[in-house]
């Protein structure tokens, strides 16, 4: 059963509208759905779901309501499609997972650089052999059984924030100061001393290629395109994957990386 025929099942059985929170807590407990890593169903997934289904779904002051009931399967006699390999991500929550998280769809970025989009999507970067970061970063990786440096979102172009900006310096990227930081560059002194964004700090040429050079050598990256719920999709990854170097909205963000680009702030500033 899918997501949204177990959420149409739910929905007629209560004959009343819900909320996403309670429709969730409904699926974890009957296990009408149940995902694939065995993980509990949140309610940005049936948020997610019943906007890709507006023929279906109404939703009017938090309640979720059905549109129609004339496209449902009866439960008794419902047949279970064959697993198809999909080749497209779609913007199911599940099988974006699935594509984006998936090991074995990650390639250098000289592999895959060339068919970065011009379109919005989600990116996640991944270390091929975590020991060529300082050991306490090792450490972690270690006890979160993962190589997940970075999970991030490209609002409007992959190829513009993803490729250019987190990987190529061309901007202000948030991965690579992180990146550098750790790594132990700093910027150039003075060099946002006056200047009214102090955050962004930049490291200098000759380094910036270094860094670049360190990147296609020792990160695998993956993408997928999606223009729909980009915010809520991240930060349902960064709950589940704590990615080492993600701040913002990561629980798992890590003090170390703050402290360092806050090091390499006051630098740039002049302060330090």
Not at 15 to 41: F, H, M, P, R, V
Not at 74 to 79: D, H, N, S, V
Not at 107 to 119: A, C, F, T
């Amino acid at each position: 059963m899918t997501l949204h025929e177990a959420i149409q099942q739910v929905l007629v059985k209560s004959n009343k509208s819900l909320s996403a929170k309670d429709i969730a807590t409904i699926l974890n407990e009957n296990s009408l759905y149940t995902k694939k890593d065995g993980s509990q169903i949140v309610s940005s997934q049936i948020g997610a779901r019943v906007k890709n289904y507006p023929h279906l779904f109404s939703e009017k002051e938090g309640l979720i309501f059905l549109t129609s009931t004339t496209e449902m399967v009866p439960l008794k006699t419902r047949i279970q499609p064959k697993i198809k390999f999909i080749k497209k991500p779609s913007n199911d929550f599940d099988s974006l997972v699935n594509n984006l998280m998936n090991p074995k769809n990650f390639k250098s970025i000289k592999e895959i650089e060339i068919n970065i989009p011009d379109g919005p999507g989600l990116y996640c970067i991944r270390i091929i052999n975590p020991e060529k970061l300082q050991p306490n970063f090792v450490k972690v990786l270690q006890e979160r059984s993962h190589s997940i440096v970075y999970i991030g979102l490209a609002s409007q172009s992959l190829k513009k924030r993803f490729l250019g900006q987190e990987l190529r310096a061309k901007g202000h990227g948030t991965f690579f100061r992180s990146l550098g930081a750790v790594l132990g560059y700093t910027p150039e002194r003075g060099s946002l001393a006056g200047k009214k964004n102090q955050q962004n700090y930049k490291f200098s040429k000759s380094d910036e290629a270094t860094i670049i050079e360190w990147i296609d050598k020792n990160l695998v990256v993956n993408f997928v395109e999606i223009n729909n719920n980009l915010e809520e999709l991240e930060n349902e990854l960064l709950k589940k994957y704590l990615p080492l170097l993600n701040l913002t909205g990561n629980p798992g963000k890590l003090k170390e990386v703050t402290d360092l680009r806050n090091a390499c702030k006051r630098i740039a500033i002049g302060i330090s």
